[in-house]
């Protein structure tokens, strides 16, 4: 017996139910396998590319690079930087720009795998894009 001939016939067989009782004990029972079936399935696997994109994703700055750029970006906003810091981020603001355009070509790059806007996958990633402070 084929799916489509099953569930035709359940949907027969629910159809000639006149006990309000049963269906709603019928459909608790479904909705419980349902839940048991989905729980059950093996986790998606990444692919090579996903997990290679991912990692790509992930990468950020070398961490003194990043310190600093954080360190003079709250100066920044702060408004506590001096004429030496501030040529310091400006100089730093190329590498930081350069690293979120790789990001993002990423992202797309993921986004087309997923068949998904960019948008949903920093959803399902949960990347939020950070506010804006201008040098």
Do not use: C
């Not at 950020?60 to 030496?84: A, D, R």
């Not at 992202?107 to 399902?124: H, K």
């Amino acid at each position: 017996m084929n799916i489509q001939t099953t569930k035709a016939n359940l949907i027969n067989l629910i159809a000639e139910i006149q006990n309000e009782d049963l269906l709603g004990d019928l459909q608790s029972f479904l909705a419980a396998k349902k839940r048991e079936y989905k729980t059950s399935q093996p986790i998606h696997s990444l692919s090579k590319k996903e997990s290679k994109l991912l990692i790509k994703i992930n990468e950020g700055l070398p961490n003194s690079l990043q310190s600093k750029y954080v360190e003079l970006n709250q100066k920044l906003v702060e408004e506590k930087l001096t004429p030496i810091e501030h040529q310091e981020l400006l100089q730093l603001i190329p590498h930081v720009e350069a690293k979120q355009v790789e990001r993002l070509s990423y992202l797309i790059q993921l986004a087309q795998l997923w068949e998904t806007t960019v948008d949903e996958v920093m959803n399902r990633l949960e990347i939020n894009t950070p506010p804006v402070a201008h040098a």
